[in-house]
């Protein structure tokens, strides 16, 4: 009998609790979240990930990858430009 008490104390608890929570001043309902999309959209950048490797020789060679093909290129052509320069005899 006093499992039942409880429980219909709760009950009532929540029921007046809940709507007078979710109420707003003006009668409507307040938005609590918003998506937005442009944040939602938005990926962090991955870096160019670069093998650099160096053969017996002393030549050079690479592996690039990443999700950006620009700033892949981009990281290629430097590398040209630094690693390949033609060395003083």
Excluded: H
Aim: proline share 7%; net charge positive.
């Amino acid at each position: 009998m006093a499992k039942r008490k409880i429980l219909a104390v709760m009950v009532a608890v929540l029921y007046l609790c809940v709507p007078a929570c979710s109420r707003s001043g003006d009668g409507k309902p307040e938005e609590v979240f918003k998506q937005v999309p442009e944040i939602a959209e938005i990926k962090p950048s991955i870096p160019v990930k670069i093998k650099l490797k160096r053969n017996g020789a002393g030549e050079y060679s690479w592996e690039l990858s990443g999700d950006d093909t620009e700033k892949v290129l981009q990281a290629d052509r430097r590398l040209k430009q630094e690693l390949l320069k033609e060395r003083p005899k």
